[in-house]
């Protein structure tokens, strides 16, 4: 056996041990937890590592990515910081006059965060011009959300019969159906190695930013079949569990999905709706700035149902992308039916996710929670695009100030497990937490502590692990950690009657990073999984 003996240093563990300063781990488990003196007396032979009084944490989890297209983001033209539509166009110029690759496959451009003196400067690029800049090359530019593109006509024409597709548009970007299939197109031109080159780059990043583990969440129309495949043969530190979006109308078809894709579990992008931005979130009332459009909806009310009675007769964890506030209503009235038909045990030993939840009642969490499911939220979503002013509010008048009420959620015990939804948004836990204790509407903030446990903890609640034990540094738990450069640690509770009496010793909570407006957050040091070393900082 082989013990590491961590000294010097801060440790986020229990409230047994809320001042730890040293924790040793023995071939991958973390077996101790306490003060330095301590630890030297009972491990006098370990290999001692000194902290240099950093911050030692539980690793995190990011519990919905898209990987490939998170490693062509940081490797490739990313346009979420074009201000215009000719900076988004210039911006595509310069990447097309250094580079000859047969696609150019731009990201995260946003439209409704542009602004310009000239008359349709915060409007996306047309296909006329794209074609004037891209000289008959195929191009692919996503909307940050990945539910709309603007796209070529060298691309476009690489579908037959796009016209004829719901959603089509001769010059503006391509919704629903139309943009499904342009998307694949644009997928088929990317070669295995640029595929793999790209998957490697998201894992390294996830490592550096103190994430031991990333939930692919992929699907027929998101990634395709062979690049989800791919994602399985890549070798890396962060683990991958695999989702695949595809609905099932029996308990024998979920288990030959499973066998023909790999995946951990039927759902993740299972799309009930799509995205806000693209005015394709499926809504009960129209757009505030589109009244002629509620969305758009991709299942039936029985494809819903019959999907969540086969996964939960077969004993297989599902999931749905749902955003708008009528596709949470189609998810919630399905669980209900099933609550009476198969009861909430078997539901709830699956697990079940939903994805976004960005518009859910008190009514439909309750609901949610008797079914045990997982809420798998996005806090930089609100950071982004939340508050009076913004997308949210643009989108939806005052519908705007009610998304994403994680407070809500959780008092109404529903679990939550946070995420990047990378590339959709940067894959920074610390920001992530950051924005959940800081909600653009107040009364939606949880607490820092409690942030953080859905960062970590309830990652691996969401992949279907509750041993107790795994997301903590605690004896027995795998050594799953990160070691951080911090400014300053602080007890922080998400009222003043608990901030009083956490801050008290007699709480024994453990302190974490200041993450208030302003602060400076950490920075990662080292990632390790399994008390293997996936990261250190040069």
């Known amino acids: 056996m082989t013990t590491q003996l961590l000294l010097g240093g801060m440790v986020y563990s229990s409230p047994a041990v809320p001042d730890a300063t040293a924790m040793a781990v023995t071939d991958g488990t973390v077996v101790w937890v306490g003060s330095d003196d301590v630890g030297r ?64 496959w731009g990201l995260g451009w946003d439209s409704s965060a542009w602004a310009g003196d000239e008359a349709g400067q915060a409007t996306p690029p047309s296909t006329s011009e794209i074609d004037a800049v891209a000289g008959g ?3 692919y530019l996503a909307r940050i959300d990945e539910h709309s593109a603007a796209a070529s006509s060298a691309l476009r024409r690489l579908v037959p019969g796009l016209e004829a597709e719901h959603g089509f548009s001769a010059e503006e970007p391509l919704v629903a159906d139309a943009h499904h299939r342009v998307r694949a197109a644009a997928r ?15 894992l390294d990043h996830a490592a550096s930013r103190g994430v031991v583990a990333v939930h692919e969440n992929g699907g027929p129309d998101i990634s395709g079949l062979e690049d989800f495949r791919s994602i399985a043969d890549v070798q890396h530190g962060v683990l991958v569990r695999r989702y695949w979006g595809e609905a099932a109308a029996s308990p024998d078809e979920v288990t030959a999905i499973l066998e023909r894709t790999g995946a951990d579990a039927i759902g993740g992008d299972l799309f009930v709706d799509g995205a806000l931005g693209s005015h394709t979130a499926w809504l009960t009332e129209p757009y505030s700035d589109a009244a002629d459009t509620t969305g758009v909806r991709y299942l039936s009310d029985q494809v819903i149902l019959d999907h969540l009675r086969a996964t939960t007769q077969a004993r297989v964890q599902a999931g749905f992308h749902m955003i708008g506030d009528a596709a949470t209503t189609a998810v919630a009235e399905a669980l209900q039916i099933l609550i009476d038909e198969l009861g909430t045990p078997a539901l709830a030993s699956c697990v079940h996710r939903l994805e976004h939840a960005e518009m859910v009642t008190r009514e439909q969490a309750e609901i949610f929670a008797r079914c045990g499911t997982v809420a798998s939220m996005q806090p930089l979503f609100d950071h982004t695009w939340g508050g009076t002013d913004d997308l ?21 015990g529903v679990s939550l497990a946070f995420s990047s939804d990378s590339p959709v948004c940067d894959i920074d836990p610390w920001a992530t937490v950051q924005a959940a204790a800081h909600h653009r509407t107040a009364t939606s903030s949880i607490s820092p502590r409690a942030a953080f446990a859905a960062a970590t903890r309830g990652g691996w609640r969401a992949a279907g692990s509750n041993d107790g034990l795994t997301g903590t540094l ?18 922080a509770a998400s009222h003043e009657g608990v901030q009083r009496w956490s801050t008290d010793p007699r709480s024994r909570v453990p302190a974490l990073p200041d993450v208030s407006l302003g602060a400076e957050l950490p920075a990662c040091v080292q990632t390790v999984a399994n008390g293997e070393t996936i990261y250190r900082r040069a």
């Open 137 to 139: 090359r195929a191009v």
């Open 41 to 104: 007396a009972l491990h006098p032979d370990a290999e001692v590592v000194d902290l240099e009084g950093r911050f030692v944490s539980p690793a995190f989890v990011d519990s919905h990515v898209h990987l490939t297209d998170t490693g062509i983001a940081l490797g490739g033209l990313n346009l979420s910081g074009a201000t215009s539509r000719t900076d988004c166009l210039n911006q595509l110029a310069a990447y097309l006059s250094t580079h000859d690759d047969e696609l150019v």
């Open 188 to 202: 088929n031109l990317i070669t295995p190695a640029a595929r793999r080159k790209a998957q490697v780059a998201a």
């Open 474 to 491: 605690v004896p027995g738990a795998p050594a799953h950690y990160a070691v951080w450069d911090v400014d300053e640690l602080v007890v």
């Open 392 to 412: 949210y509010a643009t989108r939806l008048g005052d519908r705007g100030t009610t998304l994403n009420d994680f407070a809500m959620l959780a008092k109404a």
